[in-house]
């Protein structure tokens, strides 16, 4: 038994010694990982440790860097300790094709196909980049970029009879759906799109860079559209709901001066569109480039030549996933019945002067329903 036990020691002493000596040769370095993934079946992006059951992107990441020897076990359970840091905390059910996570790692041989080779298909690194010793990935971001892919039958008029396999989104409701999204560029009180803030919270203004549809296209007999929003930084249903109040206004439920309330303090019930059509496409370090990118040590966070691996995962896993599921669940059809018990009215207050403006003016509206574009 003595003998027995000597033995476990002098193993265990051997695989302690082996593991120091990998870490000699692989120093830890700060990194970036290029992530792109679909979301469906996952409750977002971060992990909560010690709420195994509901699972996340984090989890199966975590797990690879373990499995492939990049982490030790125990910075798995403590992120803290390998600097870990996500980009954007994607919501229940949403993809990306470009979050970027930042940490320390061992840098070990072959890295990107090792790590690759523990993770699900549908969850890929797609690169990595060498950064400062004190990068953050959420803190140095300038921008993000979503996109929100959707079934064009969504801008259909409530009063309309429509079939949604085929509906086509005509030229002047697609410029109404554009005109719409343009109001939200500038800088906005967006606390009521999301359930966090209030309304004299700073933190509920926030920057829209732009915000647009692009032209249609039909996949599997259904008509799609993308819209692209590029803003600072959102908030937690931030853009599900900023489309979701589009899609009420177009299809006639609310009014466009609903657009202007919901950034005063009244609290305005905005609709969350479905999280199912949301990818977060692209992060930014315009600053961090500027500063870091052409130092000599270190190279810029642009991802050029990753841009073909990036557009085969989108077609492979998150295009096709967004069109089945719809196809299959009909979250956005189904989604658009629960419209009618949105309350989309003013407060009395508001009723008492629209009714004093409306006998002054024949376009209580206003000109374009967007409000003051001065910012």
Request: charged content about 30%; glycine content about 6%.
């Amino acid at each position: 038994e003595e003998n027995g036990h000597q033995n476990k020691r002098l193993k265990s002493d051997a695989d302690e010694e082996d593991a120091e000596d990998q870490s000699k040769k692989s120093p830890k370095r700060k990194i970036v990982l290029l992530m792109a993934y679909s979301g469906k079946g996952y409750h977002g992006m971060q992990r909560n440790v010690g709420s195994s059951q509901f699972k996340t992107i984090e989890d199966d990441l975590v797990s690879a860097l373990v499995q492939s020897g990049c982490i030790p076990e125990n910075h798995g359970e403590d992120m803290k300790k390998m600097s870990f840091q996500r980009c954007a905390r994607t919501d229940k059910g949403v993809s990306a094709a470009g979050q970027i996570v930042s940490l320390k790692v061992r840098l070990i041989d072959d890295i990107l196909d090792k790590i690759n080779n523990h993770l699900p298909s549908h969850i890929r690194i797609l690169g990595l980049k060498r950064v400062t010793g004190g990068f953050n990935s959420k803190n140095k971001c300038d921008a993000r970029t979503y996109s929100y892919m959707l079934p064009t039958f969504a801008f259909a008029h409530k009063d309309r009879d429509v079939q949604e396999e085929l509906y086509r989104l005509d030229r002047e409701t697609l410029e109404r759906v554009n005109k719409l999204l343009a109001c939200y560029k500038g800088t906005h009180n967006f606390h009521n799109f999301t359930s966090q803030k209030g309304p004299r919270d700073p933190s509920a203004k926030r920057y829209i860079m732009e915000m647009y549809c692009g032209e249609p296209f039909v996949r599997e007999n259904v008509e799609f559209a993308v819209i692209t929003v590029k803003g600072q930084s959102f908030m937690m249903h931030q853009i599900r709901k900023m489309i979701g109040l589009v899609i009420a206004i177009v299809k006639g439920y609310a009014a466009e001066s609903i657009m202007e309330r919901s950034w005063g303090e009244e609290k305005v019930d905005v609709p969350k569109a479905p999280g199912l059509g949301l990818v977060l496409e692209k992060v930014h370090f315009e600053k961090y480039n500027r500063r870091f990118g052409n130092d000599g040590l270190h190279e810029p966070l642009e991802w050029t030549e990753e841009e073909e691996k990036i557009a085969v995962f989108k077609e492979q896993y998150i295009y096709p996933t967004i069109i089945n599921t719809e196809r299959e669940d009909k979250s956005m059809a189904n989604w658009l019945n629960t419209l009618p018990i949105h309350d989309f009215s003013s407060s009395a207050v508001e009723k008492q002067t629209n009714n004093k403006n409306s006998k002054k003016s024949s376009d209580p509206e206003g000109s374009d329903g967007c409000g003051d574009d001065s910012d």
